[in-house]
Nanobody, 125 residues
Framework: QVELVESGGGLVQAGGSLRLSCAAT????????IGWFRQAPGKEREFVAAIDWSGTKTDYADSMKGRVTISRDNAKNTVYLQMDSLKPEDTAVYYC??????????????????WGQGTQVTVSS
């Protein structure tokens, strides 16, 4: 069983930055790929970014490219999502998720059996 806890959300002005963290309570954290997704009110959950188990592969949604960086520290069982130049349309609940299926297909939410509870990000204009 993998438990994920997100933190770092909050209220920020447009153009500002936030760093989200996803902490996992599992001994074998290093074998899991981690994805970040977000869901705004009235909208479907969408992919934001992902990183493979080793940290050598990353993927970013086109809408976030150049504004977000995903990284991981396996010694701390934590994945980070640095978000810069935030826009009001980035307002959403941000979730991290874990999976360890073969292959690399991080944008598909059905690959992820483990999800955190989410952290709210609100960007004011």
């Amino acid at each position: 069983q993998v438990e994920l806890v997100e933190s770092g959300g909050g209220l920020v002005q447009a153009g500002g930055s936030l760093r989200l963290s996803c902490a996992a309570t599992v001994r074998t954290f290093s074998i899991y790929a981690i994805g970040w997704f977000r869901q705004a009110p009235g909208k479907e959950r969408e992919f934001v970014a992902a990183i493979d188990w080793s940290g050598t592969k990353t993927d970013y949604a086109d809408s976030m490219k150049g504004r977000v960086t995903i990284s991981r520290d396996n010694a701390k069982n934590t994945v980070y999502l640095q978000m810069d130049s935030l826009k009001p349309e980035d307002t959403a609940v941000y979730y991290c998720a874990a999976e360890r299926l073969a292959g690399w297909g991080p944008r598909d939410p059905s690959r992820y059996p483990y999800w955190g509870q989410g952290t709210q990000v609100t960007v004011s204009s």
